[in-house]
């Protein structure tokens, strides 16, 4: 099987690891730079979209932010998994508000702000705070504004309206800043045929609107249960093949929605040591067609990311239970090189496990361990 990824990042790495073992071939294609690439060495394959398209079986992609005729183009093929509607709704915030709300799915409250006049309508109606965030092109939390007094809002404004004038397509969401417990995300996959199996929630911490650690352990099954019905009602509503993920916030044991993201999620990288079948080996089984793999997870663990930095001190590979997974890109300040895994057979070993790794990590590098590690209970 040959499965064509539209996008060439770590994603795409990920899929093409898991996927040798089932003799699925990954190709990547740059949107960037129209160009095909192997997605381990990045080695240049060929070039142009129609002949991506023609060698592909299948067509899926690592992430939302895709021109619209190069979607188009793969939809027409008739190969295109989980498809140009989904992965829209996940790249336009506007159309993903709309998909939640034909699911009936709760979500913070919101209003499109296109003028000076909507932001007036919306700051009177929604009440403050509120959080606004760019429809278009918005991820690890860019393109952002919070606004809290009210005599901060003409700044507010100016920066929104300032945006909005550089780009004629966009738009702004904006919603209730909710007051949340924790946030949570849910990763799953569907098959073709309907079936949908969901992994455990797992607890997300952000530094700087930047995924930091995700935690999987054993679950709250009413909040569990409660994320499963959700997933299903927009996977289903989406007739959604492939790996689907969405973010969560806990507030006082009832979810609220917050975003969604068509494809596997960072959240979900922990699966890789810590779940029988992964994330990145389910979506190629729902694109491709094969019976789904078994989402439980086999131990708790903790997923670190390695933001802007290409190398990490060598003696933490000595730890038990931890793994680490390079993504072979240049070091930019704050991207995203690679992640760690840790897994232990119970919490309180993953804690002194967890409590071991901070001491040898670079505080600078990862910011903020500590205080993650006395969440943890
Ligand atoms: P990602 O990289 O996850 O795609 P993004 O840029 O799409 O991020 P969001 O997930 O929408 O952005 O928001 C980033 C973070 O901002 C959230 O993880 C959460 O911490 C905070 N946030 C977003 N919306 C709200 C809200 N309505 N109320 C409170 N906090 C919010
Ligand atoms: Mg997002
Ligand atoms: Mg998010």
């Known amino acids: 099987m040959k499965v064509l990824v539209l996008g060439a990042g770590q994603l795409a790495r990920m899929m093409a690891l898991a996927g040798a073992p089932l003799n699925i071939a990954i190709s990547a294609y740059d949107v960037n730079s129209d160009a095909v690439v192997h997605p381990l060495t990045q080695q240049q394959l060929g070039s142009g979209l129609a002949n991506a398209i023609a060698d592909a079986d299948v067509i899926t992609a690592e992430f939302e932010h895709i021109p619209l005729p190069i979607l188009e183009q793969c939809q027409q ?201 992964c994330q990145f080996e389910n979506h190629l089984r729902a694109v491709t067609g094969m019976p789904l793999g078994n989402t439980e997870l086999l131990r708790p663990t903790l997923m670190i990311n390695i933001l802007g930095e290409d190398s990490a001190p060598a003696a933490i590979l000595s730890l038990a239970g931890l793994h680490i997974h390079w993504y072979g890109k240049a070091k930019r300040p704050g991207r995203k090189m690679g992640h760690i895994n840790l897994s232990a057979n119970s919490l309180a070993e993953l804690k002194a496990r967890f409590a071991k790794l901070i001491d040898l990590l670079p505080a600078v590098a990862f910011p903020e361990l500590e205080q993650m590690l006395g969440q943890i209970s």
Not at 209 to 229: F, I, P, T, W, Y
Request: charged share 20%; proline share 2%; net charge neutral.
């Open 77 to 277: 093929s008739g190969k295109f998994l989980p498809g140009s509607d989904a992965i829209q709704a996940g790249g336009d915030r506007r159309l993903e508000k709309a998909l939640l709300t034909r699911c009936g799915v709760a979500s913070a409250s919101y209003s499109v702000i296109n003028n000076e006049a909507d932001f007036k309508q919306a700051v009177s109606s929604l009440g403050l705070p509120l959080i606004f965030k760019s429809a278009l092109a918005g991820y690890d939390g860019k393109g952002q504004w919070r606004l809290k007094e009210p005599t901060q809002a003409a700044a507010v404004w100016q920066q929104m309206a300032d945006f909005l004038a550089a780009d004629s397509k966009q738009a702004i969401v904006v919603e209730q800043f909710i007051s949340f417990n924790r946030e949570l995300s849910l990763v799953g996959v569907r098959a073709a045929s309907g079936e949908v199996k969901v992994y455990p929630l797992t607890e997300n911490h952000h530094v700087n609107g930047v995924l930091s650690v995700s935690l999987a352990r054993q679950v709250n099954e009413q909040l569990q249960q409660q994320a499963e019905q959700k997933f299903a009602a927009i996977a289903n509503g989406l007739n959604y093949v492939g790996v689907l993920a969405i973010e969560f916030f806990e507030v006082n044991g009832n979810l609220l929605v917050n975003e969604i993201a068509p494809r596997v999620h960072n959240s979900g990288h922990w699966t890789q040591q810590g779940a029988d079948v």
